[in-house]
């Protein structure tokens, strides 16, 4: 059963392994995105964090492969340099997150893919 949240992110320090979690909720426009990087970049930066795990399992992203592209090949100038990723979606939908990866990678960015949070964590602290 989902729930009906009024937010399109929320952002949860997990301090014990100092990683920031930003879950994305509903349906996501560019503008909804933009907002939640700059929580996301202004936690890691205020906490002097470099991992971010981002769960996407109750995100419907709304933007175009255009969109997803310049957003994406933006986080170089918008997060921490050494910034460590993982994102969370469901299995049947993988494809297009697989996208964002594969151009967070060719930015030179540390991203990888999960179906599964617990693994996602397990690899951000291993890193």
């Known amino acids: 059963m989902r ?23 509903g349906e996501l426009t560019l503008a909804d995105h933009d907002s939640a990087r700059a929580d ?30 310049e957003f994406t090949a933006g986080h170089r100038s918008n997060l921490p340099v050494d910034l460590q990723t993982a994102i969370v979606h469901r299995p049947g939908e993988i494809d297009k997150f697989q996208f964002i990866v594969n151009v967070g990678l060719n930015r030179g960015m540390n991203m990888k893919l999960f179906t599964d949070e617990p693994k996602a964590v397990d690899w951000l602290l291993n890193c």
């Not at 729930?3 to 909720?25: G, T």
């Open 40 to 69: 996301a970049a202004r936690s890691l930066v205020d906490n002097g964090w470099n991992k971010l795990l981002i769960n996407a399992v109750d995100a419907e992203p709304r933007m175009s492969a255009v969109e997803d592209y």
């Open 3 to 25: 729930k009906e949240v009024a937010l399109a992110h929320n952002i949860e320090m997990i301090n014990e392994s100092n990683i920031v979690r930003l879950s994305l909720i």
